[in-house]
């Protein structure tokens, strides 16, 4: 009788001592996805078709938090102010309400961000001065054309359907979407007081990678040859 009430309690000691190690694993796993999540890398989900066909709706991307931004970057931002107003292109985030799942598993870097971000291609950096569109439709970056082989455009259509020239102000950035004529990106929100430039402190990180789903895995192109010259001129 003795040795079965001790073989029992080892058989309990030993359930108590496997559930407490897998509690502490657990706990440690997701230690290091929140630490990977605020100090790395972050996963964000594209609900628009902003950026097609770049990315595809519901795609999944990673994002380096700790990328230097150049043109052509495909950036996740915070929204300026007034981007995400109900009635405007909502790119970037959450087509409808998430789970208390969703929301727990997001904040410890094991779900995708998206609410209150939007996702756009950066074409000017500080002190660029940005003009479309020329004789040939293009746009130019400091007095530079660039041909955009990214931009989904129907043949024969300019690089903007919008007209617009400006000079990047210092801290800032002017960003357009892929799908150039269904993207409400830096042109359409010259009406705002961010005057459709985006602080650098509101960008989030750089889009490296689709992780999601398996079959559109890829890295994300900045396209520097695009871009070739447009340093040419003082900024």
């Known amino acids: 009788m003795g040795e079965r009430t001790a073989a029992l309690g080892r058989r309990k000691s030993s359930g108590w001592r496997f559930l407490r190690d897998l509690v502490v ?9 929140f630490l990977i999540k605020t100090f790395l890398i972050r996963s964000f989900y594209i609900p628009s078709g902003s950026m097609m066909n770049t990315l595809q709706i519901n795609d999944h991307v990673i994002v380096n938090e700790r990328a230097t931004l150049h043109r052509g970057d495909v950036v996740v931002f915070r929204d300026p ?8 292109d909502v790119e ?21 961000d998206s609410d209150d971000h939007l996702i756009k291609r950066i074409i000017g950096l ?18 530079v054309p660039i041909v955009e082989p990214y931009v989904r455009r129907a043949p024969g259509q300019a690089a903007s359907g919008i ?9 800032e950035l002017w960003v357009m979407g892929d799908n150039r004529y269904e993207s409400a990106d830096s042109r359409l929100h010259q009406n705002l007081p961010s ?15 689709i992780s999601w789903p398996a079959q559109r895995w890829s890295w994300l192109d900045d396209y520097p040859s695009v871009f070739a010259g447009t340093d040419r001129e003082l900024r």
């Not at 102010?81 to 405007?88: E, F, N, P």
Request: hydrophobic letters at 45%; glycine letters at 16%; aromatic letters at 4%.
């Open 92 to 112: 970037g985030r959450t087509a409808s309400p998430r789970s208390a799942l969703s929301n727990v598993l997001s904040a410890v870097g094991l779900g995708a």
């Open 163 to 171: 007209p617009f020239d400006v000079t990047v102000p210092a801290g």
């Open 25 to 33: 694993i657990l706990l440690v796993a997701l230690l290091v996805s």
């Open 81 to 88: 102010g007034g981007w995400l107003k109900a009635g405007q």
């Open 195 to 209: 005057r459709g430039f985006v602080p650098e402190s509101d960008v989030v990180g750089r889009a490296v990678v």
């Open 126 to 143: 500080p002190g660029d001065h940005v003009q479309c569109c020329n004789a040939l439709g293009q746009m130019e970056v400091n007095g």
